[in-house]
Nanobody
Framework: QVQLVESGGGLVQAGGSLRLSCAAS????????MGWFRQAPGKEREFVAA????????YYADSVKGRFTISRDNAKNTVYLQMNTLKPEDTAVYYC??????????????WGQGTQVTVSS
């Protein structure tokens, strides 16, 4: 089992920034592809970003490309999502996810509990 705990969400004005963190425990962190998803009220959960085991490759949804950056620190068992130039449409619950194979896909093996991000206009 892998346990994932997100932090760093909050309320921010449009144009602002937030950095989300996801701390993993339970298994060898570097064995897992990591990613972020989000779910806005009344909408389906959607992919945001993913990063490979070593962090050599990253992938983003078109809606966040150029504004969000995913990174990981395998020594700290943590994955990050730096979110810049936030827009009201980025408002959602953000979930960290893990899978032991690539691609991450829409149904990773492990999920965090989510952290709320609210962007005011």
């Amino acid at each position: 089992q892998v346990q994932l705990v997100e932090s760093g969400g909050g309320l921010v004005q449009a144009g602002g920034s937030l950095r989300l963190s996801c701390a993993a425990s339970g298994r060898t962190f570097s064995n897992y592809v990591m990613g972020w998803f989000r779910q806005a009220p009344g909408k389906e959960r959607e992919f945001v970003a993913a990063i490979t085991w070593s962090g050599a490759s990253t992938y983003y949804a078109d809606s966040v490309k150029g504004r969000f950056t995913i990174s990981r620190d395998n020594a700290k068992n943590t994955v990050y999502l730096q979110m810049n130039t936030l827009k009201p449409e980025d408002t959602a619950v953000y979930y960290c996810a893990a899978r032991d194979s690539w691609p991450l896909g829409p149904n990773p093996d492990y999920w965090g509990q989510g952290t709320q991000v609210t962007v005011s206009s």
